[in-house]
């Protein structure tokens, strides 16, 4: 049976070379069910769930739910087209990268500069020097004018960096997630799979990106159709 372990940087360290006092991180090895992505469609109610940082697979919290330490993914569906967004739950923010990508839009056809979460790498540090701001980073943007599959803002595999308050202060962490997608029929579906991710424990102090180990096996995702409502 898969089970989800927290493990500290000190457990890791013999084997990939990164330790970092404080770390705790969690993997995803495949029972971890889909995400259920929030979608704001249909009178503004949000429906999803989101992944915490701060808890392993089998203890992720019930749709609905963006505590501390949270980030989740929408869905929207306006004049210039279908994008997924990735958002945060309370007191949590993420870093936004400072290269921009153009998506052209019905309201610019020359395309408007979005700016996208900046995605780490294995062994990087994430502390209050990175860019986080509030609100949202867009991560895959379609329309008529992008043709199939659409801009996406990140790569196949991209890791995020996360701030988050509690009581004893602000913690750093991290979350790897896994991008695909499939065009049939004219209809394309995303499916955006966490995969590892952890926070520092520590208030204040930065959180390093560890690698997922080998054998990290994802199965289900998050998923929508850009050409119809999945619900």
Do not use: C
């Not at 062994?123 to 701001?133: C, L």
């Amino acid at each position: 049976m898969n089970t989800r372990t927290p493990l500290t940087a000190l457990t890791l360290a013999a084997s990939i070379g990164i330790s970092h006092a404080g770390m705790v991180v969690f993997e995803n090895t495949g029972s971890l069910g889909a995400l259920d992505f929030y979608d704001p469609n249909f009178g503004n109610v949000i429906f999803g769930q989101s992944l915490d940082i701060t808890r392993a697979a089998g203890a992720q919290p019930k749709v609905g739910e963006t505590p501390a330490g949270s980030v989740f993914f929408m869905h929207i569906r306006d004049l210039n087209g279908d994008f997924i967004w990735i958002g945060t739950g309370s007191v949590t923010n993420t870093v936004e990268s400072t290269d921009p990508t153009r998506i052209p839009i019905p309201l610019a056809p020359e395309g408007i500069d979005y700016f996208g979460p900046q995605s780490f790498g294995d062994g990087e540090s994430i502390d209050s020097g990175a860019n986080f701001v509030e609100g949202w980073r867009p991560v895959h943007g379609y329309n008529d004018l992008t043709g199939l599959p659409g801009v996406f803002t990140v790569e196949d595999t991209f890791t995020i960096g996360i701030e988050f308050e509690q009581d004893d202060g602000i913690h750093y962490g991290f979350a790897t997630f896994d991008l695909s997608y499939s065009v049939l029929g004219g209809v394309v579906d995303v499916d955006i799979v966490p995969t590892f991710w952890g926070y520092n424990d520590v208030a204040g102090e930065a959180a390093v990106v560890i690698p997922a180990p080998a054998g990290v096996l994802p199965l289900l995702g998050l998923s929508f159709g850009v050409t119809r409502r999945r619900r």
